[in-house]
């Protein structure tokens, strides 16, 4: 994954990053910065589900249709959706209206709850699945071995639409890996982040 600098700053930047404002500031500020917010990483769990089959900069541009429509991804509001809000969804133009993906995200905030009151907090039973110090690297590709065991593992608790692409996405995007190209100005941005980033505790017992 080469790196590219066509930008109007002069700047390098991953080679997926097209030259609009909210592209770049999404990659600049968001992509591949550690994230432990339980309400954002559930946020780009279903927003990656919803990007299946299509581009992120879609997404992109819908996110903040998709969090009026879905409680800004407040899983205790979203687990309590029914029909009426799926018909809702399905009839608002702002967001990706697929039957399947809306009552999967819907089903994962009931899961996100249960994981919550068993583990703590969503954040210590992804970050769990980061790759060890000196894991060879992923760059480039679109699953990780670490990818396919967090997507067994959540379809095991009954979570839908996190296939390893989709979960592997989802941990370039929150910082579980960082996948910004050698070349990209964010790339050691992103591995000083990680560094600092303090690891959600693990409460499994010993």
Avoid at 9 to 27: I, Q
Avoid at 46 to 73: H, M, V, Y
Avoid at 114 to 130: P, V, Y
Wanted: net charge positive; charged share 25%; proline share 5%.
């Amino acid at each position: 994954m080469n790196a590219k600098t066509e930008f109007p700053d002069g700047l390098a930047r991953c080679g997926w990053v097209d030259t609009s404002a909210e592209y770049m500031a999404y990659h600049d500020n968001e992509w591949g910065r550690p994230q432990g917010d339980d309400r954002a990483l559930f946020e780009q769990l279903c927003l990656e589900g919803f990007q299946s089959g299509l581009s992120w900069r879609t997404i992109l541009n819908k996110r903040p249709a998709f969090r009026r429509g879905f409680a800004d991804f407040d899983p205790a509001k979203m687990a309590r959706f029914g029909e009426k809000q799926v018909a809702a969804l399905l009839a608002d133009a702002g967001i990706v209206r697929h039957r399947g993906k809306i009552e999967a995200v819907i089903n994962n905030a009931a899961r996100a709850l249960e994981m919550i009151e068993k583990e703590g907090s969503l954040a210590a039973f992804f970050w769990r699945f980061e790759a060890p110090a000196g894991a060879p690297s992923t760059l480039g590709a679109s699953t990780s071995e670490q990818s396919v065991a967090l997507s067994k593992a959540l379809k095991k608790l009954g979570w839908k639409f996190v296939g390893p692409t989709t979960v592997y996405a989802f941990m370039q995007s929150v910082g579980m890996v960082n996948d910004h190209s050698p070349g990209c100005h964010c790339h050691a941005l992103s591995e000083k982040a990680r560094k600092e980033f303090r690891r959600p505790a693990d409460r499994r017992p010993v």
